[in-house]
């Protein structure tokens, strides 16, 4: 009986465990900005370089509080390579 009282007790623990990273796990998806990541939830979304920019900047200062390194390197890539575009559209080719 003392058991079963026990494995109760750490079933309903490991469930609230559960709830709570699954929230966080929400949580960070909210945070994250898809279409700079990923292109995905874009619609109808225009920006000027210098504004993406920006918004990677600030994407990229959320660091791994939100993002896995593997994505914060690839919002960097991005970054560079939109800092890149910029520069040749200043100093032509």
């Not at 623990?13 to 709830?19: I, K, P, Q, R, S």
């Not at 949580?27 to 900005?33: E, F, G, P, T, V």
Request: hydrophobic share 35%.
């Amino acid at each position: 009986m003392k058991k079963m009282v026990m494995s109760l007790v750490l079933a309903v623990a490991c469930m609230g465990l559960g709830t709570a990273f699954a929230e966080e796990t929400e949580m960070s998806k909210a945070q994250k900005d898809e279409c700079l990541l990923i292109s995905k939830q874009c619609k109808d979304e225009t920006m000027s370089i210098q504004d993406k920019m920006q918004k990677l900047q600030a994407e990229i200062q959320k660091g791994k509080r939100v993002y896995t390194p593997e994505e914060l390197k690839k919002l960097e890539n991005k970054l560079n390579e939109t800092q890149k575009m910029l520069d040749e559209l200043l100093t032509g080719p």
